[in-house]
T-cell receptor
Framework: DAGVTQSPTHLIKTRGQQVTLRCSPI?????VSWYQQVLGQGPQFIFQ???????GRGNFPDRFSARQFPNYSSELNVNALLLGDSALYLC????????????FGPGTRLTVT | GEDVEQSLFLSVREGDSSVINCTYT??????LYWYKQEPGAGLQLLTY?????DMKQDQRLTVLLNKKDKHLSLRIADTQTGDSAIYFC???????????FGSGTRLSIRP
């Protein structure tokens, strides 16, 4: 079975632009979480979605939003990009009620110039 | 609050044991993890320990948990060049929907 997949792999955007990152969970997983990893730091929790509803939110501004689709894939949107949004964005999926066992994708590296 | 701290760097000689230490603040954490990240790659779950355990061994990896001191360690026996990476200590947050990571320990291997 395929693991968690994310697209695109790399992305370069300009300050003020908007970006959409995509994630497909492992087959059978209904919960998707997003994390931001700034260079030199550990990943930080942004959102968790389960059954198309937001179940958890980290300390991120409203410029960050996400949604989950009926097939359990997810998109992370970031508006009005800032230089500080440059990071590796990681998606993780898990079975229902098993957030203790999250499987991470390879990430999307976003560079904001 | 929820916080995980670990030292930034560790250098060991090839063949020696590596011990990476971590402290956490949330005493209600149920799961504690060690992740490995190689350059340009995503996160690989190495091992985890449930909070009611003191020790877990998996081949070359040994995890020790001291709940009283909120201290977690990862021992890698017979460290090899392929073990060079950043190792993240993490805990399952009290809301049980998020994993809280430390800043990572960069392990370098010298010949």
């Amino acid at each position: 079975d395929a693991g968690v997949t994310q697209s695109p792999t790399h992305l370069i955007k300009t300050r003020g632009q908007q970006v959409t990152l995509r994630c497909s969970p492992i087959s059978g997983h209904k919960s998707v979480s997003w994390y931001q990893q700034v260079l030199g730091q550990g990943p930080q929790f942004i959102f968790q979605y389960y059954e198309k509803e937001e179940r958890g939110r980290g300390n991120f501004p409203d410029r960050f939003s996400a949604r989950q689709f009926p097939n359990y894939s997810s998109e992370l949107n970031v508006n009005a990009l800032l230089l500080g949004d440059s990071a590796l964005y990681l998606c993780a999926s898990s079975f229902q009620g098993r957030e203790d066992e999250q499987y991470f994708g390879p990430g999307t590296r976003l560079t904001v110039t | 609050g929820e916080d995980v701290e670990q030292s930034l760097f560790l250098s060991v000689r090839e063949g020696d044991s590596s011990v990476i230490n971590c402290t956490y603040t949330d005493s209600s954490s149920t799961y504690l993890y060690w992740y490995k990240q190689e350059p340009g790659a995503g996160l690989q779950l190495l091992t985890y320990i449930f909070s009611n355990m003191d020790m877990k061994q998996d081949q070359r990896l040994t995890v020790l948990l001291n709940k009283k001191d909120k201290h977690l360690s990862l021992r890698i026996a017979d460290t090899q060049t392929g073990d060079s990476a950043i190792y993240f200590c993490a805990e399952l947050g009290s809301s049980a929907s998020k994993i809280i990571f430390g800043s990572g320990t960069r392990l370098s291997i010298r010949p």
